[in-house]
């Protein structure tokens, strides 16, 4: 059935509303840059000034945070930008955080407006940057980053495969390269014999660097002893329309930034890292919400328009740990997975062109949420509990009974759990001028059996959203704790 055999009808309303390492070398110019500029001191001296000011006052806020939000010095600064990044000329990214101190601390360099003087006077005297770009997430802990911390503006997943006769040496050699390059960017650093320049100017933004394995990892590496019970593979559901080159994958990586440059280095460092021990078996791109973008930090929403991850577990609820992380006590053939975590990706195509043709009071019983500002329709505002037994006048439930809600919550499921993770995505317009847009979908659990697989399959039956959805691709990935200072991730299942 194509996205335009749908017979629901607009009512009442119009469309809704790699280099191989090398020893470090010394500074290299961004290529295609004048230095021309740094000879303007007058208006550099009144770009430093202003820029410098907004900087410092910002990279006190974590990137994302309210503070950030508020200030919005990031999307402010962007006019001054042009001029710094051609200053920077002659300055590796690595020379100016070594200028600046400890990497990963807020306001680290580059961006500052004493850039539009003179590569010496960068060195000596670099400027914070703004919120959003200094902002950064820890690489070395008990989990790893880009699970429970908010999702940012831009995010890549890949999966790969590792080569014909590569084996597990061969793999820990790549999660130790991998690591110590996740390490470094997440940082703010460059990492040694990077001379791409592609994220020359900018602070660390937010990234982080995510890395699982796959079902077939194991049997590759001669490891299957120690595959986990929980990465059997997934049940088949009715809305699946999975195609097979963009699922599964021996190695997962999710990278996210707040800034699109960031995020593409990463991706491209970690895919020339691969070298010949791994091949990129299939790559998406998504996005959300630029911080700054709303008035106050908000709720994302997707792009069917709705306020998307209001009843999410949150960090601060006590199960949270128990819910997302495999226990760190664990042991077993799977001790490994200790601190980590599972992720079910699935693309989910939206076929907007229906839904958009729904009414607004037909979208919001699809949800069971008011869209103008995610309220549940068993009333009160976004963060009201839902109450599920709640009946109108009419004697009809608040929330339908196949109101997505109701059939996806913990409630309906025997406590069911999941967190959702997602980044949306478009990726241009089908030949029937639908767009091939939605949703890339990530959901952490501790255990899929326990998290995605009953809620899906509860979807799959009754879910009133669900013919608006088409299940594209899917994978599932074992993802392990994080690492120390000095170790890669996933060495305790590589090396134990
Ligand atoms: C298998 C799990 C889920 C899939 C797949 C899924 C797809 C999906 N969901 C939306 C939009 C919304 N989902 C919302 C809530 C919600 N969704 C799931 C699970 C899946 N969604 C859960 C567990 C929940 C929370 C239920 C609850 O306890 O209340 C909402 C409401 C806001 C919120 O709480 O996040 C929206 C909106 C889309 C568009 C989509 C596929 C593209
Ligand atoms: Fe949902």
Redesign the pocket.
Known sequence: MTERSQDEEKTSQGPQAGKAPQAEEPARAVKGTKATKAGKPGKAAKEAKTSTAAGTAAATKPAGGAGAAKTGPGRGEQPGRPAQARAAKGVSRRRLLGTAGAAGAAGLVAGGAAGAFATETVRKDPAPLNGVGSGSRPFHGVHQAGIADPAQTCGHLAAFDLAPGADRKAAAALLRRWSATAADLMAGRTPKGDDSGVALDAGPCSLTVTFGFGRTFFDRTGLASKRPAALEPLPAFTADALDPKRSEGDLWVQIGADDALVAFHALRLLQQQAGSAARLRWQMNGFNRTPGATAQPM?AR?L?G???????PKPSDPRFTGHVYVPEDRSGADAWMAGGSYAVV?R?R?LLDSWDNLSLERQEKV???RKSD?APLSGGTETTP?DLNKFREDGSLAIAGDA??RV????SNRGA??L?RAFSYHDGFLDDGAPDA??L?V?WQADPLKG?VP??RK?DRGDG?SRF?R?ESSGLYAVPGGCAPGEYVGQRLLEG
Request: proline share 3%; net charge positive.
């Open positions: 709720t997707n069917m709705q306020v998307d991850g209001t009843n999410n699935r989910i939206m949800i069971g949420r995610g839902v997505h809600i996806a919550s913990p409630a759990t999941m959702r939605g949703l979908f959901a995605f809620v899906q979807l959203l959805l299940h």
